[in-house]
């Protein structure tokens, strides 16, 4: 053990840098170890323990180091020998830190305690000589008490008597001087400390009336006391008194013993003066207020002046007349009263509210008008103060509402007027800025929309925030939420925007003249979008921010979309036939003012069939930046070099043969018919897909059918025949690569040069070869 009792800093580097505690387990491992070498229990009691006889037992009495090693080198090879000497001395500078640490730790303690008692030496001398000088000042006390006590022992009585004549003089005093006081008090108002004086001294000048200068002062008294009486009746009257002093002229009158029925009736009477005052103040500012007012400012007003005043009135009827139950439903009366009528007041500013600027003002307003009111309820309950005010709370929340669905539409609709102004803006110079295009106008119209559905929805979330005390009640939030900000702002709105859309379906509609086509196309593509992804999106997102409770019935976005669907279904079947309107009226004045069997032999293509191409192309590229390609069937080879005359066809070859006879015609007419019964039928006014090439087939065939019509009414010459044949060569040229079908186009300019032939004087066809060349030049 001595190398373990070494000064402190005398063991290894390691040893020296660390702290004395480094761990609680360290000292629990090394406090274990000294009480298993002393042999104590957890209770540090001494336990015994059988000794062991072996002399291998290396913790054992009778270990032998010698019989321990040749056991040893017997038993164990070099490599174990070698492990057990690197454990055995591992195990040695273990306990050898563990020892050291504990040496530490002690004599730490021992200079700490070494330290601590020389304090304590030094405390306790000092409490000593205080003790002293204590017990010294405890003896002279003692001393001089006993000196007075000593000195009036004899006058004890005495003294004892001269002041309880001392105490009556000084009652005595008081109740002669009572007037004189009383008086002061009424001449400085001093109604309150009147009365207490007058109250302290009654039962005295009652008991000792039979004397008469007690009744003298007694009469004084009552006189004075009548005449104070009589100034606080006066305050009943005055318009002047505020709620608080006339609550306090009561509780005086009802001390002077005044008769509570009529007391009541006063304080309600002047009370009533006061809210009506009050009323009257909001109906004026109610009159002269002007758009640029706040209705939060006069809610505020409101609760700051009426209600506070209509509280502070039952707090102080309350507390007057406690005892006094059947003034109750008296109370109740005169509050609902006065309550209905601020009520309406503040319904009809609420209602007046135009602006939907900041929301915060007036939803604070009405937080602290329904806080206000929840104060009412406890003052007086069973009141129906607090339902009313929390209806118009409601109420107030579902006009903002209806205001910013207003507001909502009224930028849609202004949006729009925005647009069909870009639409109409001429187009000006290459260099110079152009207007935006049609994916440019949509992108635009649609983020502002989506932005300002945002903008509503954040100021109509402040309702529902969390320091607002009405905006968890069970009778407002979830109706607010479901019903109020989903269904009749949200779902209004959206509906709102398909319906108007359907509205510029109308020929001409209350728009001042009819609608432009690409605003057509827009609107058609802007429903389609909220078909697939905008609706869901502003309604999750509403739901989310909301958190809407769908216990009652609520519109469903597969409705939405579907009512959505319908009306970008109708705008795009509208576009195809204005788009096919405008062209079948230029085809159909041409036609019309075009004498045809006059006409000189054709040399080039007219210029309205050029018109034609040129505006279907333009549809094309106008159409081709808001929808897809579409699908096509597969083209023949010779599309663009198929000739219509009166001989393209079988039934054509068989209408005009050599043979002609007068019998012909009812011949060529029958096969005709018949060849048109076994032919496709083709639906001009079909439902139209949502891609490029489905448009530009409605607005085709629409075209082609009114251009067929239109010669059906005619009558053509040679000349006259030839230039339809040129006319629908080149149509067939440029117009069957905008189609889903190709063989839709031939079918009907097939039509239109046989109908043509049929119309004809002299059907003489002209040589296709001709007819390439003129097409070809044109």
Known sequence: WVPFCTAPGSGS???????????????????GM????YGLNEEGKRVEQAESLDPCDINGPHFDPEVYLNKLRKECSLAELMDQENCMVKQIRSLDSDMQTLVYENYNKFISATDTIRKMKNDFKKMEDEMDCLSTNMAAITEFSACISGTLQGQHAQISKLSGVHTLLRKLQFLFE??????KCLELQAYTQAVNSHRRARCVLQMYCHMPSFRGIQDDCQAIMEQLAQHLRQKFRDGGTSAKELSECVELLLQLDEPAEELCDKFLCHAQTRLEADLQGLEEELRVSTATDVAGEFIDRGCNEFVSNLCLVIASYQELFINRPQEGELLHTFVDSLAGRYFSLVERRIQEEKGVGDNSLLVRALDRFHRRLQAVSKLLPGSAVPSQGTEIVVQAARE???????????????????VRQALAAPRGPPGKDAPPSLPELLTSLSNSILNQIKTVLAS????????????????????????????GLVVSFIKFICQSSRQFCESAG?????????????????CQDYETSTISYILTLTDEQFLVQHHSPVTAVTALCAEAREAAQKLLNHYVKVQGLIISQMLRKSVE?????????????????KRVVEDTTSIDVQVGLLYEEGVRKAHSSDSSKRTFSVYSSSRQQMRYTPSYTPSAPMDTNLLSNIHKLFSERIDIFSPVEFNKVSVLTGIIKISLKTFLECVRLRTFGRYGLQQIQV???YLQLYLWRFVSDENLVHFLLDEIVGSAAHRCLDPSPMEQSVIEVICERG
């Open 178 to 183: 009572l007037p004189a006081r009383l008086n």
């Open 510 to 526: 209350d728009r001042g003249g009819s609608t432009p086509p690409a605003l057509l196309l827009l609107l058609s593509r802007l």
């Open 400 to 418: 903002r509402i209806r205001q910013y669905l207003c507001a909502l539409q009224s930028f849609y609709l202004d949006s729009l007027t925005d």
């Open 460 to 487: 109509v979330h402040l309702f529902t925030a969390k320091d607002i005390t009405f905006s968890n009640k069970p009778y407002f939030k979830g109706e607010f939420c479901s019903q109020g900000v989903r269904e």
């Open 34 to 37: 000294l009480k298993l070498y």
């Open 593 to 609: 003012t075009r004498d045809w069997v006059n006409t000189i032999e054709p040399r080039n293509v007219r210029a309205v069939m």
């Open 13 to 31: 580097s390691s040893d020296s840098t660390s702290p004395p505690d480094t761990d609680s387990a360290l000292k629990r491992r090394v406090h």
């Open 727 to 729: 006319d629908c060569h």
